[in-house]
C-alpha cells in the first residue's frame, strides 16, 4: 500500500501532509461548515466524516454539511444518528435523516442541484470551513483528481478556507483524465460556457486550488456503497415502452432526429428501466448528458448505442461497479465526469435541447408534479436535479407507476400536496397506463389526457368527478379548493386514496 | 402621408404589395393560427386584427392567437367580445379576455415568455399561418425594423407561411437601430449566445425573413396605448424603501458591488415605484436588463442614473411615451430593444446575475409564490417572464402590499392556492412591512421572518395559529392539508381572510 499511495500522491510537496482520519477530525470544531464530496453514493468522502461521527460520541459537535448530492457508505445514516449536523444542503437520501429532517430534529434545505455552486459564489451561505473531498490521485503540480463523482468538489475546494483529501485507493487511478473541470467566475464577468456537444472538453482534468490550502491528505481504501436500484419489472418496462412509442411518434413526425437529443435521467429504478428499454429499441448513435450515469448508460456503452455520456457521478450496483471501475479504460472515450453545475447548467441544458426522465411522488389533473413532499409535509429525498432539467429542457417528462401501496395511493391527484415542477414546465407524463403529451394543451385540455392515459383506472372516475365539480364553479384552472387535498387526507385517515364507495372494489 | 410611408419602405420591390387590413383580413380563415407582435400593449399590430374582429361579426371565425405579451388598442377585449379566439397563449392582461377564459369559453396557454419561440421552432405549437408584425419601417434589402417591441416577432416571421407588415407612421422612425435580432438556431445545434454585458450587441437591427413571404403591408397610423400604471403612493414608496435598504446591506457586507447588478423588474405600479425609489438613492452606473421598460427607467436614464437599458418593448404613460417616442435619439447609445427569448433567457439571466423583482399575487409562510391565479382557480394574467427571471437571477425578488381588498385578503396565506415559483427559487419577499431573506434557510427558518417581517400585523397571529398546528404534525414543510386553503374558502364564503374572532376588529 505504501507504494501505491506514492503513486497517487505525485506532488512532492504534499507527501507530509498525511494524516490520519482521527487527526483531520479533530481539527474540526462545534459550529463549522463542511463541503463534502459525494454525489448519489458516489465519491464520497468516507473516513473523515465517520470519525467525525466517533468524535461527536465523546463532545458536543454539531457542524453544516454541504455535499453534492446523496452520500453513500452510510455517512448520512451515521451523522443523523449522531445528531451531528446542524444544516444539511443540498440533497440526502437516507432513512434515518429523512426522519430527523422530518421529525424537526435537523434542518434541510432543499435545493436545485445547480444552483447551490452559486449560492457559494455568492457568499449567501455560511462560509465552508473544510472542504473534504475524496481523489483518485494528486498530480505533479498539485490538482485533485475526484473520483467517481465530481459534485460541488470543485468549487467546495475553491471557496473552502481548509482542504482535507480523501485519497482513495480502492478506487481506480483510472479515473484520472475523465474528469472535465471549469470554474465559471463571478457573475456579470463571465463568459459562455464554451460546451456546444456533449463532448466537448472545456476544462481541466483536476480540481486546481492553492496547495496551502491542503492541510491535510487521508488515505483510505474503500469502495463507494453500490446503488440500490432494482432490476426493470413488468410494470416498469411497459411505462419504457410506452416513452420510447412517444419518442418513436416524435421522430417519425420530424420533430426529432433519429439519434434523439441528449438524455438526461433522474436517479432510481424507473429512470434506469426506461434506459433499459433504449438496450432492445432501434435507436443508435444516442447521447448522454445527466447527472448521475447508472448501470443502465453502461449496458447501452457496452452495445454500442451510446455514442457519449457526460455526466457528475457514476452510481453501480455491486456487479456493474466491479466490472465497470476496474475496466474503465475501455469507456475513456465515450465518458466525462463534470461539476453539478455544468451538468446541471440551465445554459447548457437549453441549448443542447435535452430530453429529461424524472420520477416524481405524484401529479395532479393540470400536470403539476411534487417529487420531494409525501402527503405533502414529509421530505422524501430532494428535488435533486429534476428542476435544473425539467424548466430547461427540449422534452421534460416524468414517469411514474399509477399507483402505489397496492393501489392505495392514487399517484395522479386532484392538486399536488406540494409543488415543485409547475404546470409551465412539464410536457409528458408516463405511466404504466400510457403517457400524456401537454405541449401547447391548456390547463383544461390537459385533464382527460392525464386522466385517461395515465391515471390507474381504479381512480379515473374518481378523478372524473373531482373535475367536474371543480369545472362548474369554472376559472382556468379549476378546484374545489375545499376538496383539493381530500384525497391526501382521507388516506392519513383511512389507509386509502379511495373514495367510501371504492374502498372495497 | 404618401411621403412618409414612401421614406419608410424603402425596399422597392415591396411597393406593389401594400394592402388595405380589410384585404389582410380576408385572408385569414376559420381555424388558422396568427403570430402578432405585441409586448405589453407596445408594438402590437393594431390594423389587421381590429378588420379580423369586423369580419367576425359577418362569418363564423376562430383563430389561435399567438403574441409576444398582452397587446394593447382593446384588442383582446376586441377579440374576446367577438368570440374569435380559440386560443390565446403565452400571456393577456385584458379584463374581457380574462373573464371568457375563466368562463371556459376560450383556451389560454400560460407560458413562460422565454418558452414559447423553443416551442415553436420545436414545431410543437400549430404552425403560424400568418405572421402580423408592426413595423416602424422596411430597410432596403426587405428587412423588417419593429416598433416599440421585438417580442415573439422574429421567431413569428421566420416560422410562419406568411407575413402581414403593419407599417405604423405613428411610430417614430427613430427606433431604427435600436433593436438588436438574434436567432438562436435549433437546439443541438446552436453556438453560445455572445452577450457578457448588458449593452452588448449580437444581432441585426432588423428582422430578416425570405421577402416572397411579405404577402401584404397595411400603412397605419396609430399610436401605442399608454400603460396604465398608477404613480408611487406611500406605501409603494414604503416597499420600495425595504428593498433598497436590502440592497443597500448587500453591498456593504461586500455581495453586491456599488452599482449593483442588472435589474429587472415586472411591469405593473409595484415594479416601477421601486425603481422610482432608486431614483432618490445613492446608487449610480445602474444597468437594467430586463423585459419591459416603463416610465422610471426613462426617469433613471434622464437623471443619469442608469448606464445602458436593455429590454424587449417601451410601454409608458401618455406623457411620457409622447416625450420618450419623439426624442428617441436622446437614448440612442443607452437603450436596446431585444427578441423575448433573449431579454428572459436562462443562460444570459444566470451569466448577468440579474436582480429581478417582480409582484405575486400572494406569497406563503414557506416562500412559495402564486403569481396568476386568483384564489386557486381564476387566470389574472400569466405568469409573463417573472418564472424565467426568478429561477435563474442572483438575487428573485417578490414585492407586494401585505393586504389587498381594505384587509380582507392578505398576500401572506398558510398555502398559496397555485403555484408559480416554488420555494427554491424565491430569494426575498418585500412588503411595505419590511422585507424577507429566505436564501439558505430552512422552510422552518422561513417562517417567523416571512410572518414577522412580510405580513400584516392584523394576520401574524392567525399565521402563527396555522403554523404551531402544523407544527404539531412534522415534517419538512408542516401542513395541516384539511386547513390549508381555509384562508381562501372563507374568503370566498364571508368576504374576508380573516378568522371569526378578527372579522370585527
Chains 1, 2 share one sequence.
Not at 426529432?256 to 448513435?285: C, K, M, R, W, Y
Not at 409551465?424 to 390537459?446: C, F, M, N, S, W
Request: glycine residues 6%; negative net charge.
Amino acid at each position: 500500500m505504501e507504494q501505491t499511495y506514492k503513486q497517487r500522491l505525485r506532488d512532492k510537496r504534499l507527501e507530509d501532509r498525511i494524516i490520519s482520519e482521527e487527526t483531520a477530525a479533530s481539527w474540526i470544531k462545534d459550529g463549522m461548515t463542511l463541503g463534502l464530496s459525494g454525489f448519489t453514493r458516489a465519491g464520497d468522502a468516507k473516513a473523515v466524516p465517520s470519525a467525525l461521527v466517533e468524535k461527536a460520541k465523546e463532545e458536543h459537535l454539531k457542524v453544516n454539511v454541504y455535499t453534492g448530492a446523496s452520500l453513500g457508505s452510510d455517512i448520512d445514516r451515521l451523522m443523523a444518528e449522531a445528531g451531528v449536523v446542524n444544516k444539511r444542503l443540498p440533497f440526502q437520501a437516507d432513512k434515518t435523516m429523512r426522519n430527523e429532517i422530518n421529525q424537526g430534529d435537523m434542518l434541510f434545505v432543499d435545493q436545485h442541484l445547480s444552483h447551490t455552486a452559486e449560492a457559494i459564489r455568492q457568499d449567501v451561505l455560511n462560509p465552508i470551513d473544510y472542504a473534504i473531498v475524496e481523489a483518485v490521485s494528486i498530480t505533479e503540480d498539485g490538482m485533485i483528481i475526484p473520483s467517481t463523482s465530481v459534485g460541488n468538489s470543485s468549487i467546495f475546494a475553491e471557496k473552502a478556507e481548509n482542504v482535507i483529501v480523501e485519497l482513495n485507493l480502492a478506487q481506480s487511478d483510472a479515473f484520472e483524465s475523465l474528469h472535465d473541470i471549469y470554474e465559471l467566475g463571478a457573475q456579470g464577468k463571465r463568459q459562455p460556457i464554451p460546451l456546444t456537444q456533449v463532448d466537448d472538453r472545456i476544462g481541466t482534468i483536476g480540481i486546481q486550488v492553492d496547495i496551502e490550502k491542503i492541510k491535510g491528505i487521508v488515505i483510505t481504501n474503500q469502495p463507494d456503497s453500490p446503488s440500490t436500484i432494482v432490476p426493470p419489472d413488468e410494470e416498469t418496462a411497459t411505462m419504457a415502452n410506452h416513452l420510447i412509442d412517444f419518442l418513436r411518434k416524435e421522430v417519425e413526425i420530424g420533430r426529432l432526429p433519429e439519434n434523439l437529443a441528449p438524455l438526461q435521467s433522474g436517479i432510481g429504478s424507473v429512470a434506469n428501466a426506461v434506459f433499459h428499454g433504449l438496450l432492445d429499441s432501434e435507436f443508435t448513435d444516442l447521447e448522454v448528458y445527466s447527472e448521475v450515469l447508472q448501470d443502465a448508460v453502461f449496458d447501452l456503452l457496452d452495445a454500442g448505442k451510446i455514442k457519449f455520456a457526460s455526466g457528475c457521478s457514476i452510481t453501480l450496483s455491486e456487479d456493474k461497479l466491479e466490472e465497470v471501475y476496474w475496466n474503465i479504460d475501455r469507456y475513456r472515450d465515450q465518458l466525462l465526469l463534470r461539476p453539478q453545475e455544468i451538468s446541471n447548467h440551465p445554459e447548457i441544458i437549453r441549448r443542447l435541447g435535452l430530453i429529461s426522465i424524472n420520477t416524481p411522488l405524484e401529479v395532479d389533473i393540470y400536470g403539476n408534479v411534487n417529487s420531494t413532499h409525501v402527503l405533502g409535509t414529509k421530505m422524501m429525498n430532494g428535488i435533486g436535479g429534476s428542476g435544473d432539467f425539467t424548466r430547461n429542457s427540449r422534452l421534460a417528462i416524468f414517469v411514474t407507476k399509477s399507483i402505489a401501496k397496492n393501489g392505495d395511493i392514487s399517484s395522479v391527484v386532484p392538486f399536488v400536496s406540494h409543488v415543485d415542477h409547475t404546470e409551465h414546465d412539464v410536457d409528458v407524463i408516463v405511466t404504466e397506463q400510457g403517457y400524456a403529451d401537454l405541449r401547447g394543451l391548456a390547463p383544461k385540455e390537459r385533464v382527460p389526457l392525464i386522466i385517461e392515459n395515465c391515471a390507474h383506472p381504479t381512480y379515473r372516475d374518481q378523478l372524473y368527478a373531482y373535475y367536474e365539480d371543480a369545472w362548474e364553479k369554472g376559472g382556468q384552472t379549476p378546484h374545489v379548493l375545499e376538496k383539493a387535498f381530500e384525497w391526501h387526507t382521507r388516506f392519513k385517515e383511512t389507509g386509502t386514496m379511495k373514495a367510501a364507495a371504492l374502498q372495497h372494489s
